[in-house]
């Protein structure tokens, strides 16, 4: 079995970029998810599956004070339900063209390029990848895209590629979640 790498150590190899981050922004489709997608019936229409430990991530980091977004071409009552029920910051769906909602993102913050991180692995996430601050995509993704960011992640999409990134972007900013203790 392939060792897993030490994310505190590979988030000091990037601390100066992660260190600059103020919203982090992820891809739905092969990055939140792992890219399959179910029949719920009429009422629900296409579904998905989320990784809960993901979705504690972004949790941590808007308790830490770091904005969290979402801009994905898919539009489905569960990605809307499940981004409402986490109360993320910015929710753009139903567009494959993404520059607009990331430039908004920006504009609506008040910051520049490089204090944004984004996840994504298609092609349409190239250009929010290239202008991003901190780019990263799950190991699935094609060569183009993998070429273009600063970490492909050890973990696949759906199944912690987000987290993975997150805990960097952690342990950069020295973000520590709270636990309640007895």
Do not use: W
Request: with cysteine; proline share 4%.
């Amino acid at each position: 079995m392939e060792n897993k790498p030490n994310l505190k150590q590979l988030a000091e190899t990037h601390k100066e970029r992660l260190k600059k981050i103020k919203v982090a922004i992820f891809d739905v489709d092969g990055v939140l998810t792992n890219g399959q997608v179910y029949y719920s019936g009429a009422e629900i229409g296409f579904n998905r599956f989320f990784y809960v430990p993901d979705g504690y991530g972004l949790k941590v980091l808007m308790e830490a004070g770091i904005k969290v977004g979402v801009i994905t071409g898919g539009d489905s009552v569960g990605v809307k339900k499940r981004f409402e029920l986490l109360k993320i910051d910015y929710l753009f769906i139903g567009n494959e063209d993404k520059r607009e909602p990331f430039v908004k993102i920006k504009e609506d913050m008040k910051i520049e390029f490089e204090n944004m991180l984004y996840v994504g692995d298609e092609h349409f996430d190239m250009p929010l990848l290239k202008k991003a601050g901190f780019a990263a995509c799950p190991p699935h993704s094609n060569d183009e895209v993998k070429e273009i960011c600063h970490h492909v992640t050890y973990n696949e999409g759906g199944f912690g590629c987000v987290r993975e990134v997150i805990d960097m972007l952690r342990y950069a900013q020295g973000i520590v979640p709270k636990v309640h203790y007895f």
